[in-house]
């Protein structure tokens, strides 16, 4: 059996970059034979960024009814709010004990912003939580608590998964093996999706496409991504451009090789937009139609997150018990 674990941050609405990185590649892998499959709403890690309740709770639906509509099953898989398994914080707390300070001062999100005070002349920890210090020992609990194998992810998390395989090490060092050490799962074209200015596509960007953004939009939003100014019958470049890379993250080879000859031939922009809008369209519009009629059942989602947090609090209460027993706490249960 391979155990396939990933999650999603419920700070925003889900955008291509998850899709791609994430919900597709794991969806897939949890339909392998000998596959069993974890997925989760990652509530927690969204109070790092976010003091809006009424957005983690949107994001929350947001990114269920996404999972639902790209075709998880809940029945074959666990799919569970991460917030349900209070045994997660618990685990948080004995990785905490074991995970090197040192390794989490280079971590890339909190080393990104201790450069940030820097560059502004400010003290160096001005405005960061001891939250987003700690989110890898959080993330680490996520993974090592369900012994995941494989996890499918894009490449910003991979450090993070490092880490994971570190804190776990340490602690099956001390205290005997308890933990699997996971791996990353990464998928090469569609590692590092990039959003409209060219950048990596991401919420704190604020240049994504949404999953499911109504068909217009998702138009208009295809013909805003930044191209160079070559004009119609100029040869175009492949590499480098953002309209090339997210066409290929939704193509076949063969479609991509022909879109690559198009680049070649001189394709006008606008054509080259009108292309990949309608590449996307005809994967996206039937998932969107689910989603949209799972958005409009909101208590049908909480009843399938419910019966996940109680298939998963299944495995993580026992786990808990042993590693209590191993670091020397009393038997709770
Ligand atoms: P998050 O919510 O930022 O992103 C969710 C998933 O989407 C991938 N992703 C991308 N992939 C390709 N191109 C992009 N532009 C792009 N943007 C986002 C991310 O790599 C991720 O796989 N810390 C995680 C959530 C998490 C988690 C976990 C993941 C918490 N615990 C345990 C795996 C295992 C995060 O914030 O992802």
Request: with cysteine; glycine share 6%.
């Amino acid at each position: 059996v391979t155990r396939v674990l990933t999650g999603i941050t419920t700070s925003g609405t889900p955008h291509l970059g998850n899709y791609a990185g994430a919900i597709r590649p794991a969806v897939a892998a949890s339909r392998q034979p000998g596959a069993e499959s974890f997925f989760f709403l990652a509530d927690y890690h969204a109070l790092i960024k976010v003091q809006d309740p009424a957005r983690v709770q949107r994001s929350t639906l947001e990114i269920a009814a996404s999972w639902l509509a790209c075709g998880l099953d809940p029945d074959q898989v666990w799919f569970y709010r991460q917030s349900d398994i209070p045994e997660i914080p618990e685990l948080t707390w004995l990785l905490t004990c074991v995970a090197g300070k040192g390794i989490l001062n280079r971590a890339h999100a909190y080393k990104a912003a201790v450069d940030k005070n820097n560059e502004a002349g400010e003290d160096p920890d001005a405005g960061i939580s001891a939250g987003l210090f700690m989110y890898p020992v959080l993330m680490a609990a996520d993974i090592l608590m369900f012994k995941a194998h494989s996890v499918p992810v894009g490449r910003d998390q991979v450090q993070h998964i490092e880490m994971a395989r570190d804190f776990g090490a340490r602690f099956n060092h001390l205290y005997g093996e308890h933990f699997v050490l996971p791996e990353a799962a990464i998928e090469e074209n569609v590692a590092t999706l990039p959003g409209l200015d060219g950048r990596k596509m991401s919420k704190s960007y604020d240049n994504t496409i949404p999953l499911f953004a109504p068909r217009e939009m998702l138009r208009k939003l295809v013909f805003s991504i930044v191209t160079d100014s070559r004009a119609p019958g100029e040869p175009k470049d492949t590499e480098g451009s953002a309209l090339f890379q997210l066409h290929q993250a939704f193509a076949t080879p063969a479609q991509s090789e022909q879109f690559a000859r198009d680049f070649a031939e001189g394709i006008a922009w606008g054509e080259a937009k009108q292309a990949l809008f309608e590449r996307l369209d005809q994967e996206l519009s039937p998932l969107r139609e689910k989603y949209e009629a799972l958005m409009a059942r909101p208590d049908h989602i909480e009843d399938v997150l419910r019966a996940g947090a109680a298939k998963a609090r299944a495995i993580a209460g026992p786990l808990m018990t042993d590693l209590r027993r191993a670091v020397g706490l009393r038997d709770l249960r």
